[in-house]
């Protein structure tokens, strides 16, 4: 069962920084695709290295796909964040004139 819980973290780990890029990417673009499919051998090797079977693919599918989930909304908010930033320090700015 420690096998089992290590590899979903791993795979979560590996996989959020993808969907947080993924976000920065437009809809269905080369980026947007790699984001999501070059985690996937990675994946593959953690499962396949901790000895775990086939059986064992659909739960390393659903923490890949939280992961990007995750990853996503973490990288929105970020950037949402500094939208709202950027624009609070151009009104800030002194107006000549």
């Given at each position: 069962?420690?096998?089992?819980?290590?590899?979903?973290?791993i795979v979560m780990f590996?996989?959020?920084p993808f969907g947080f890029y993924r976000a920065y990417t437009?809809?269905?673009s080369l980026r947007?695709?790699?984001?999501i499919h070059?985690?996937?051998?990675?994946?593959?090797l953690?499962?396949?290295?901790?000895g775990l079977s086939y059986w064992f693919i659909p739960f390393t599918f659903a923490a890949c796909v939280a992961a990007q989930i995750v990853g996503s909304r973490i990288g929105r908010w970020w950037i949402?964040?500094?939208l709202v930033t950027h624009v609070?320090?151009?009104d800030l700015e002194p107006h000549i004139g």
């Amino acid at each position: 069962m420690v096998r089992v819980t290590a590899v979903l973290l791993i795979v979560m780990f590996v996989t959020l920084p993808f969907g947080f890029y993924r976000a920065y990417t437009r809809k269905l673009s080369l980026r947007w695709f790699l984001a999501i499919h070059v985690p996937v051998p990675f994946v593959f090797l953690t499962r396949y290295e901790a000895g775990l079977s086939y059986w064992f693919i659909p739960f390393t599918f659903a923490a890949c796909v939280a992961a990007q989930i995750v990853g996503s909304r973490i990288g929105r908010w970020w950037i949402g964040r500094r939208l709202v930033t950027h624009v609070a320090a151009k009104d800030l700015e002194p107006h000549i004139g």
